[in-house]
T-cell receptor, first 114, second 111 residues
């Protein structure tokens, strides 16, 4: 069974650029959630995708957007990057997207915005 | 979602039992309590989940008193590899998964 994978591992961008992060969910999971984790903080919920539809969103502006594909892999897109977007971006997959379902996290993508 | 309060940090010697308490005074009737562990530069990992009384698995125990306004994660005989941040989450079983992580408890195991 393959776990959750994310790419790339690290990324450096400059302010104003756009970035796409990718996530492959664990086999059999139809739900992917994305989180932003700033240094020293807990993960903050960005949004969740369930069967290719956005199923809920946290307090993030519209320049944070996403997609889920038929194979349940997912992308997180961030436009007009700001310095404060520098963080570890985590994706997590789960069986059904129900609240408090066990989430299986990937290793994250470290984004640095200069 | 119920707000949770945990100690910011704790130190423990190897081989000791560690208890981390989480307060969640406004927990709702259909809320469950879940704990995750996170090592530096890795994603969080599920440890244990419970609703009431006591839950035990191969890694930890979770104690929940009758009023459910707090919970205690118990790690038996910690080792250096248990050094990590531990998060307590409280949320309903229904609805979508807008999980809220606090700042967690940073556990440092000392040799």
């Amino acid at each position: 069974e393959t776990g959750v994978t994310q790419s790339p591992t690290h990324l450096i961008k400059t302010r104003g650029q756009q970035v796409t992060l990718r996530c492959s969910s664990q086999s059999g999971h139809n739900t992917v959630s994305w989180y932003q984790q700033a240094l020293g903080q807990g993960p903050q919920f960005i949004f969740q995708y369930y069967r290719e539809e956005e199923n809920g969103r946290g307090n993030f502006p519209p320049r944070f957007s996403g997609l889920q594909f038929p194979n349940y892999s997912s992308e997180l897109n961030v436009n007009a990057l700001e310095l404060d977007d520098s963080a570890l971006y985590l994706c997590a997959s789960s069986l059904s997207g129900q609240a408090m379902d066990t989430q299986y996290f990937g290793p994250g993508t470290r984004l640095t915005v200069l | 979602l119920a707000k949770t309060t945990q100690p910011i940090s704790m130190d423990s010697y190897e081989g000791q039992e560690v208890n981390i308490t989480c307060s969640h005074n406004n927990i709702a009737t259909n809320d469950y309590i879940t704990w995750y562990q996170q090592f530096p530069s890795q994603g969080p990992r599920f440890i244990i989940q419970g609703y009431k009384t006591k839950v035990t698995n191969e890694v930890a125990s979770l104690f929940i008193p009758a009023d459910r306004k707090s919970s205690t994660l118990s790690l038996p005989r910690v080792s250096l590899s248990d050094t990590a941040v531990y998060y307590c989450l409280v949320g309903p079983t229904g609805g979508y998964q807008k999980v809220t992580f606090g700042t967690g408890t940073k556990l440092q195991v000392i040799p």
